[in-house]
């Protein structure tokens, strides 16, 4: 059995070896690439976020110019693959490119530092078509710190969390560590894991703890499963799909039934063999009905809990 839908909430397929040379290069439909139009399941409706993603080295001027011109590298492929793709910013956005046969692509950012420390981007980025912001990569930039320190957010990043809130773009805590206990006490509106992990079952620390995720259930938040080995399984021998449903499993039972999705990390991560492709992704539905998970629970997790989501808190 084939899912009806796929809500994907994050690949680097955008950014991942933008420029080739001097030359830009189309890299939503790149064969070298793990996601690309063409390995997209013509038989599924899928929707996909496109991170810009911004290396910690770049920050202020520098941050600004890489994400510009991803912005509109972005922009110049939807037109150039109007007839496969559309460009969205909401779930109506969504459901009219699936009626037309089409992706469903919206646009977010890996990496505050996008935003060179100046509040004013913030409305800016969401005018460019931006829907989440991931707040920090692995490092430290003007918001706060990810997940290799302890330090959290700065008090711009508190501002900012609220400057974002305001401006209807998704906040997304994935990479964040101690920083995540400062958005608990800022945010006022549900928010995003794009990609990230249950640390129960797998200890690296860019995987969310149990009191996080029964915070972020409480909450009415959205965390997408991460299929990079590493956060799947201690040692990242990942060696079938149960790797994937131990997870699934803890996070059903913490409660997280209604707030479980899908964050490939497609172009991102070097991806376990069973995972390694949009198809192998697919079939991990079918994977999901084997063990007994209800075909309500696995639409959940494929693209229901998200387009819930998505529904209530994009504008």
């Known amino acids: 059995m084939r899912p009806y839908a796929l809500i994907d909430l994050h690949c680097d397929t955008l950014t991942d070896c933008m420029y080739a040379g001097s030359n830009i290069i189309d890299t939503l439909d790149d064969p070298a690439r793990t996601l ?5 399941p013509k038989d599924i ?19 600004i110019r890489f994400f510009d011109d991803a912005c509109a590298n972005f922009d110049r492929q939807m037109r150039k693959f109007a007839d496969r793709v559309s460009p969205c910013r909401n779930v109506a956005d969504m459901e009219r490119a699936w009626a037309a046969g089409k992706t469903a692509a919206f646009l977010s950012v890996e990496n505050g530092s996008a935003f060179a420390g100046d509040l004013s981007r913030i409305g800016k980025t969401k005018r460019q078509g931006v829907c989440a912001v991931t707040l920090t990569w692995n490092g430290e930039n003007e918001l706060g710190s990810g997940n290799v320190t302890d330090r959290g957010l700065t008090d711009f990043g508190r501002a900012a969390v609220r400057e974002i809130e305001r401006c209807g ?9 101690a920083g995540l206990a400062d958005v608990f006490e800022t945010a006022e509106r549900p928010f995003l894991a794009t990609h990230s992990n249950a640390r129960a079952i797998c200890a690296h620390k860019r995987n969310l703890t149990d009191v996080q995720i029964k915070e972020m259930v409480r909450r009415g938040c959205l965390i997408g499963l991460n299929y990079y080995g590493p956060f799947l399984r201690d040692g990242g021998a990942v060696r079938s799909l149960d790797d994937v449903y131990r997870h699934v ?4 039972d913490l409660g997280a039934r209604k707030n479980l999705a899908l964050g490939s990390d497609f172009d991102g991560a070097v991806l376990p063999p069973c995972l390694d492709s949009p198809e192998k992704a697919a079939d991990f539905y079918e994977y999901l009905l084997s063990r ?7 639409d959940g997790i494929f693209f229901e809990n998200a387009r ?3 529904r209530k808190n994009l504008g």
């Open 36 to 40: 690309s139009l063409t390995s997209i």
């Open 308 to 310: 819930t989501f998505l």
């Open 169 to 177: 773009i998704l906040i997304d805590v994935s990479h964040l560590n």
């Open 249 to 252: 499993a803890h996070f059903f």
């Open 45 to 63: 409706h899928w929707a996909q976020f496109f991170a810009v993603f911004v290396p910690d080295e770049l920050r202020g001027e520098k941050a």
């Open 292 to 298: 007994g998970v209800s075909q309500q629970d696995a």
